[in-house]
């Protein structure tokens, strides 16, 4: 019996050492991804969306997050719709909820931010940002347990705070984000002919990029990607690298190399309002990546241009397809488990939303420019494992 109870003891402590190995003992933890929050509708009958930004579908989200216990949010870009320093402010404010919930929230800018009339006259919102989101700095009380803050401020102290990187979680069982901003900024603005103003592009930040995801001492189990445009989109031709899908394929694959040899398994972007996973090689085919292009929290919707549209210039042939949904308010609930990354997918029940000025359901509605109490459901799960086995 002495003998039985020594093995059993030797079998627990074995199977403890092996499930140890793989999560370090940590609990699972989870964060929240949403995306693009315009209000698009010419009319707000419920005076629940100021400024250009949909209040009233953030606050509905923000309650999913809360509910779900995330540890913070991430938006990807499109916080308001015309970019002033008022605008600005009250998608802070609509923040609120989640700080006193314990959550943080970590957004970025997108194209619409940069978008103030006359152009530059707010600085591209950079001033506004840094005031109403300093936790992008590592500043202030609303880090919520995120660390390691870094921006490439060699580059140009006017990406402090606006491509950012942080970390979150124990040893083991921890992620490092790195968020990246390639808008117009008072020290580098140009048009390009694809309607949007850049500033430092992918090859100027490639060396903080590739510093940042470095496997081999960046200290953290996981690494993801996130910034506003699309690596190739659905319905914007823009994308990444400073033009369209065939721009400066060089930047391209840089890019995607520093991603796959350092592990990265997805890149997060917005700005498509679909939702949308697939598979991304680089021009030179020797890397790929899965990106998700976040559904929208916009009273704005987009649909997919056919893949022989000539502004593709060709290069659909390096997208991969794995899911799709149209019309639809959606966001994101990541699950990091030692070396599982797990992704759920929820959106409203509904789907079929019309945009603009005809939102919800149609121009001229007695429910024009409402938003419904969204039901939302789990519609697709999904993720990966470090460990092979």
């Not at 140009?156 to 968020?179: K, P, Q, T």
């Not at 603009?356 to 109490?373: H, V």
Request: charged content about 20%; overall charge negative; proline content about 5%.
């Amino acid at each position: 019996m002495k003998k039985l109870c020594c093995f059993k003891t030797a079998l627990v402590l074995a199977l403890a050492v092996c499930i140890g190995a793989t999560s370090s003992w940590a609990a699972p933890w989870s964060f929240g991804v949403m995306a693009d929050t315009q209000w698009t509708a010419p009319t707000d009958p419920a005076k629940q969306n100021p400024n250009g930004v949909a209040v009233s579908i953030i606050n509905q989200i923000n309650q999913q997050f809360i509910t779900s216990g995330v540890k913070f949010v991430i938006q990807v870009g499109d916080l308001t719709e015309k970019g002033n320093d008022a605008d600005i402010h009250v998608r802070a404010l609509a923040a609120h909820e989640l700080y006193l919930a314990g959550i943080g929230f970590f957004p970025l800018r997108g194209n619409h931010e940069v978008s103030a009339k006359p152009a530059g006259v707010n600085k591209y919102g950079i001033p506004a940002f840094r005031e109403n989101f300093p936790q992008t700095r590592g500043k202030g009380s609303d880090v919520f347990g995120a660390a390691n803050f870094n921006s490439p401020t060699t580059v140009s102290a006017d990406l402090d705070g606006m491509s950012y990187s942080f970390d979150y979680g124990e040893a083991g069982n921890n992620v490092r984000f790195v968020i990246i901003d390639n808008w117009a900024t008072p020290g580098k603005s140009f048009a390009h002919e694809n309607g949007y103003t850049y500033g430092y592009s992918i090859d100027d930040q490639q060396a903080w990029i590739s510093s940042r995801l470095n496997k081999n001492n960046r200290g953290t189990e996981h690494a993801i990607v996130i910034s506003h445009q699309n690596l190739i989109g659905e319905n914007h031709q823009d994308s990444l690298f400073t033009g369209y899908a065939n721009a400066n394929p060089a930047w391209q694959n840089a890019f995607f190399a520093s991603l796959q040899n350092n592990g990265v398994q997805y890149y997060l972007s917005g700005h498509d309002h679909v939702h949308q996973r697939s598979i991304i090689t680089s021009p030179d085919g020797a890397s790929r990546v899965e990106e998700l292009i976040c559904a929208s929290n916009s009273s704005k919707f987009y649909t997919p241009k056919p893949a022989d549209d000539a502004k593709w210039y060709g290069q659909k042939t390096r997208e991969k397809s794995l899911s799709q949904d149209l019309y639809t308010v959606g966001y994101y609930i990541f699950t990091v488990d030692g070396p599982r990354v797990t992704v759920d997918y929820y959106a409203d029940d509904h789907g079929k939303w019309q945009s603009d000025d005809s939102y919800p359901n149609g121009k001229g509605l007695p429910d024009t420019g409402i938003t419904p109490t969204f039901k939302f459901v789990k519609k697709e799960s999904w993720g990966y494992s470090l460990n092979t086995k």
